[in-house]
């Protein structure tokens, strides 16, 4: 007992001392083992806040593999999508027909300018291998379609197409190269100051001439091209501007060729046929009223002529002066506008689907082209529908000049060609005769007689009840009630009818 109060009232004399020392003189005066145990405790607390970062950046790095992990997995899958559609770009089958041909050409022409040449990301650079075989079918397709009707309306835009693809390509193709060119250039630079900084001014000027000289002959490389590419773009603008004549010129002998009177006197064979000719030359042509329709289109234009850029290119409109049993409707004159304003008559100047005509017209035991006309729904000059139907029919700027076309040309219909048999050429048009539920147009109502190779064949009754239809104050019935319509989409030159089918509906 003696030991433990001996040991008791000893701690607690030190404790009691401690605490008086701590009092009066602080806590440096404390014993070493309090010391000791403040630093374990911020040992202990630099060791939680280390913890806390490793397993901070633990999370940190396990982020980071994911999103790695998914953006492979993203470019896998665009990857692999790209891949395919590359596949079903090289399958694309052209067509044999010249202008489905080059309908074809407008839709790839519409791909190439959406889709860029550009190597920013990895994405863009797997993106742009699709833009790359899109352009390489072009190209075989451009080449293709120079072949077999080099005077098509639309080379020269396509080629024009080409070319701007081509150039782009090529800044593509030439940015690495130019970005190595670029160093090189600048390190030349960069060696010569410093070979002149150190008193070697022969080296400098060796350097420096170098320089000059890679810079100097690449600046020709580029020179020569834009020089080259100018070229191309002018040459196929000459070829366009020279269709025209070409198909006019190539009309001529066929015309003089006509034996319409036996000569009177054979014994001036020189004069006689040059007289008989001119006296049926203008009954054909009939130049005496090409200003009826003229004179509508003339105000058309003056009206709105000056309120978009392709409407200021003028028209270009089939004349039409008289009964035909069939009529083919196209949408607009695929060509490339030239500020003037002109006309022409089926079939003897060239007109935008001359395939079709032979296609559906003409076979070994008919002919059907005497029976026959041509029209466009609207008379603007555009080689490129999409463009035609974003700038034009879609824009309400020029809506009023829309409208009033629609109205003009079915006046033309009605009034005029009163035909038997309408083929229509477009999908777009389809609208435009009250054909797609909730537009209404011209408003005629239909009943269907079935189909015609895949395409829907309807009879006009009448006009329909809607409020909104053209013209509805001044044409109260049709003319063309019993007139049969073929919705065609312009794409499948092998399902269109032939002569034969064609009979059916017109006898």
């Known amino acids: 007992m003696g030991r433990f109060s001996d040991g008791f009232w000893n701690r607690a004399g030190r404790n009691t001392a401690d605490f008086a020392s701590n009092v009066v003189?602080?806590?440096?005066?404390?014993r070493p083992f309090k010391r000791v145990g403040e630093e374990a405790q911020a040992d202990a607390i630099r060791q939680h806040a280390e913890g806390e970062q490793i397993k901070a950046q633990a999370i940190a790095n396990e982020y980071n593999t994911r999103a790695r992990l998914a953006e492979r997995n993203h470019l896998n899958a665009i990857e692999a999508a790209v891949r395919e559609d590359i596949e079903k770009v090289i399958a694309f089958p052209f067509a044999e027909e010249p202008g489905e041909l080059s309908h074809q050409l407008n839709g790839l022409a519409i791909q190439l300018s959406a889709n860029a040449f550009t190597a920013d990301s990895e994405e863009e650079k797997i993106r742009t291998k699709f833009t790359?075989?899109?352009?390489?079918?072009?190209?075989?397709?451009?080449?293709l379609l120079l072949v077999k009707n080099p005077y098509d309306a639309n080379v020269a835009y396509l080629y024009d197409v080409y070319l701007k693809a081509t150039k782009e390509r090529r800044k593509h193709k030439l940015s690495t190269f130019y970005w190595i060119l670029g160093c090189v250039l600048g390190l030349g630079l960069i060696c010569g100051f410093c070979l002149m900084m150190d008193g070697m001014v022969g080296f400098f000027v060796i350097a420096l001439a170098a320089t000059a000289l890679?810079?100097?002959?690449?600046?020709?490389?580029?020179i020569a091209r834009s020089i080259a590419n100018s070229n191309r773009l002018k040459n196929a603008r000459a070829a366009f501007d020279v269709r025209p004549k070409a198909s006019v010129t190539d009309h001529k002998p066929v015309a003089a060729a006509r034996p319409v009177v036996e000569p009177k006197e054979p014994e001036t064979p020189a004069v006689a046929p040059v007289a008989e000719v001119a006296s049926v030359e203008a009954p054909v042509y009939k130049e005496?009223?090409?200003?009826?329709?003229?004179?509508?289109?003339?105000?058309?234009?003056?009206?709105?002529?000056?309120?978009?850029?392709?409407?200021?290119r003028g028209y270009k409109v089939a004349v039409n002066?008289?009964?035909?049993?069939?009529?083919?409707?196209?949408?607009?004159?695929?060509?490339?506008?030239n500020g003037k304003s002109s006309t022409f008559r089926f079939p003897d100047v060239e007109h935008p689907y001359p395939y079709l005509v032979k296609?559906?017209?003409?076979?070994?035991?008919?002919?059907?082209?005497s029976r026959s006309t041509y029209l466009d729904m609207f008379g603007f000059k555009e080689p490129n529908h999409e463009v035609a139907m974003q700038n034009i029919i879609c824009n309400p700027k020029v809506f009023g000049y829309v409208a009033a076309q629609v109205a003009l040309t079915q006046n033309v219909i009605e009034d005029v060609i009163r035909p038997k048999l309408i083929v229509i050429l477009d999908q777009d048009i389809w609208a435009f005769f009250g054909k797609v539920k909730g537009l209404t147009w011209m408003g005629y109502s239909f009943k269907s007689l079935g189909d015609l190779n895949g395409y829907e064949l309807c009879e006009i009754t009448g006009f329909s009840k809607a409020k909104d239809r053209i013209s509805q104050d001044?044409?109260?019935?049709s003319t063309l009630v019993g007139t049969k319509v073929l919705f065609t989409d312009g794409k499948h030159v092998s399902k269109f009818p032939k002569p034969d089918d064609i009979l059916k509906y017109i006898s």
């Not at 790359?132 to 080449?143: D, I, R, S």
């Not at 296609?359 to 082209?369: C, E, F, R, W």
């Open 474 to 477: 001044s044409r109260l019935a």
């Open 321 to 337: 002066d008289e009964q035909k049993d069939i009529l083919i409707l196209g949408f607009n004159p695929r060509l490339i506008g």
């Open 25 to 30: 003189f602080g806590d440096k005066w404390a």
């Open 214 to 222: 890679v810079g100097i002959i690449w600046l020709i490389v580029i």
């Open 132 to 143: 790359e075989a899109v352009y390489q079918k072009f190209k075989q397709g451009l080449n």
């Open 288 to 312: 005496e009223e090409k200003s009826l329709l003229q004179t509508e289109y003339d105000k058309l234009w003056e009206q709105w002529g000056a309120s978009h850029p392709i409407l200021k």
């Open 359 to 369: 296609h559906m017209l003409v076979s070994d035991q008919n002919d059907l082209v």
